[in-house]
């Protein structure tokens, strides 16, 4: 399918820069003597509860403990001998031949969303999906003949797999049709044309059914959701199937669900998985000044664009304050990387490890963490002024002036937290130019009093998004575990190798936002994840939505050995 080819990648890389030691500082106490034993006791038991937690002061056993308890190696049992035949399939030269015909084809129907695309059925440009369905019917008959489809809004898909035990909750696997427009200014720096699908031998060039002819017939129900505005927020397509889902199957009437995302790569000497349990929340806030206009002869000392200007270098001269807490996925990630990792600095190994057991240690991490800049933006709130406009005519003052701020906001935080910080923030700059000020539908300036102008913060388009529900991981969560177990036994395979730790999974939350956003009712076990190969070069997003975009064959093909283990597995389970 084209989703393969514009995932979003759980981590730049599982590691800040290289850690630089402080200095060894040499204290200048003398050492205490007189001390009474039972003062000692009282302090140490004080100076213990606040650096972790009185709950577990005395439990020694918490030393040692595991802080990424790895899932084993989960193969398929009951269908195991199916299992070893389709595995066997996947590498070969013929399969792979296969593999090129399907990706390619896919990549040769352009499918681009647009941010300004009006509603189906009134926007010709979305008529695009339709040559992609009927490539859809053609190049995979038994799926159109084996599974229902339900096509939801013309152009969503819902091919549903039927098992024959209705008492067990479906597996959903889900994707999208849409692509990001290709820039006809940079088609020329192609070293392949971008829809030609071009096979070089080792990779496909472009953007973006063995288990049915092997005859297995599910005892759960597998459905396969595939929204067509995925780039675009998704509102059209995964908005609605989610809702005919919901219809179907109930709140949590899903065991789990699987949307693009993360996938694994060396660093630090070990490889690592990294499925996405979380997501932040969204926010574009519009900042827009209004004053009076007339000739530019006759300025103003600050006309609305200037006063905008103000509003804006506040916004950028206050960042939001980076928290790290232990709730947050990167934390999880660098436990794991602390645990598992062969080449880490012994030092900064000890810092993330002393993190999990002193508050002063967490915050030691943190200021080591937000060093870095992709890591301080997938922890904190962050906020970027992406839109600027106002003014019509060189000679006429500007009357409105406006900017759009766009927030993504913590998982600690919300959207509430972040329009009343916005609000706060450019108040005294709306009371230093006299401006009527109106935050969020509030009022926050005097009223009936005359100004020199207003300003308005709003949502710019109506489409904020809370933080998503974080993926329960802890090591008696079943679906957590049977992906982990499916990731290892994916990449042992593929590899032909046994050991239980080739590959090391830990929780990681993908840089933007999926589909998935829409489908938090269904379940509460959400993965970000689709096995995409890294290499050597840790977890990033690479080319994906720019020039030269491509996708190795191998690495395509242990995609689908994923997902065949996966729809097997999870068929097995019983306790989902």
């Known amino acids: 399918m084209q989703t393969v080819l514009s995932e979003k990648a759980s981590v730049a890389s599982l590691l800040p820069s290289p850690y630089t030691p402080p200095p060894t500082k040499r204290s200048s106490l003398k050492r ?4 009474s034993l039972g003062f000692i006791v009282y302090g140490a038991y004080v100076w213990l509860a606040s650096e972790r937690t009185v709950d577990n002061v005395f439990d020694m056993s918490s030393k040692d403990e595991s802080r990424c308890v790895q899932s084993p190696v989960l193969f398929p049992a009951k269908n195991g001998a199916l299992w070893d035949s389709v595995s066997s399939t996947f590498g070969t030269d013929t399969f792979k031949v296969k593999a090129v015909e399907w990706i390619g084809g896919a990549v040769r129907v352009p499918t681009e969303s647009y941010d300004d695309m009006g509603d189906v059925g009134e926007d010709a440009r979305w008529e695009a999906f339709a040559p992609f369905h009927e490539y859809l019917l053609t190049a995979f008959p038994l799926v159109h003949t084996t599974l229902k489809l339900t096509k939801v809004n013309t152009y969503g898909l ?8 209705a008492s067990l909750k479906p597996t959903v696997l889900m994707g999208h049709q849409d692509v990001v427009p290709v820039n006809p200014e940079t088609v020329d720096d192609w070293t392949h044309p971008p829809y030609s699908g071009h096979f070089d031998g080792e990779r496909v060039w472009g953007r973006g059914k063995t288990l049915i002819e092997s ?6 129900t597998l459905i396969l959701s595939f929204g067509f505005d995925e780039e675009i927020s998704g509102r059209r397509g995964a908005g609605n199937l989610a809702k005919v889902l919901y219809e179907q199957y109930g709140k949590d009437g899903v065991a789990l669900i699987v949307d693009e995302g993360g996938g694994f790569a060396e660093d630090k000497g070990t490889v690592f998985a990294a499925p996405g349990i979380a997501e932040k929340g969204y926010l574009d806030v519009r900042v827009e000044v209004t004053s009076p206009g007339g000739h530019s002869s006759v300025p103003p000392k600050h006309t609305s664009i200037g006063l905008l200007s103000k509003l804006l270098v506040e916004y950028e001269a206050n960042p939001y304050k980076v928290k790290l807490t232990r709730q947050d996925p990167l934390y999880s990630t ?15 190994r000890q810092m993330i490890k002393h993190a999990a057991k002193s508050k002063k240690g967490l915050h030691k991490l943190e200021k080591e963490i937000v060093k870095n800049h992709l890591y301080a933006s997938l922890v904190g709130t962050t906020q970027a002024i992406d839109v600027v406009e106002g003014g019509v005519k060189a000679n006429a003052l500007p009357e409105r002036a406006f900017a759009i701020v766009n927030h993504r906001i913590s998982i600690i935080s919300s959207v509430a937290e972040v329009k009343a910080h916005d609000a706060e923030l450019l108040q005294a700059i709306a009371e230093k130019f006299n401006l009527t000020y109106n935050a969020f539908g ?6 009936g009093v005359p100004s020199s102008g207003s300003l308005t913060l ?12 974080a993926t329960p991981t802890s090591t008696d969560a079943i679906p957590w575990n049977l992906l ?5 036994a994916t990449y042992n395979s593929h590899r032909s190798l046994s050991g239980s730790d080739e590959i090391i999974v830990s929780p990681g939350m993908p840089s933007g936002n999926t589909d998935t956003r829409y489908y938090w009712g269904l379940t509460k076990h959400i993965f970000r994840y689709n096995h995409s190969n890294g290499g050597k070069k840790g977890l990033s997003l690479g080319n994906i939505h720019t020039v030269n975009e491509n996708l190795s064959i191998d690495a395509f093909v242990e995609m689908i050995r994923f997902f065949a283990t996966l729809i097997l597995n999870a068929d097995e389970a019983t306790d989902l």
């Open 32 to 35: 205490k003597i007189a001390l």
């Open 458 to 469: 709003s949502d710019a388009f109506g489409n904020s998004l809370e933080p998503a529900p």
């Open 158 to 165: 819902i091919f549903t797999w039927q098992g024959s035990d």
């Open 442 to 447: 509030k009022v926050l300036s005097a009223e």
């Open 334 to 348: 660098l436990q794991c990387v602390a645990e598992h990792a062969k080449d880490l600095n012994e030092d900064f």
């Open 215 to 220: 005859g297995f017939q599910p005892t759960r």
């Open 484 to 488: 982990s177990g499916t990731i290892k």
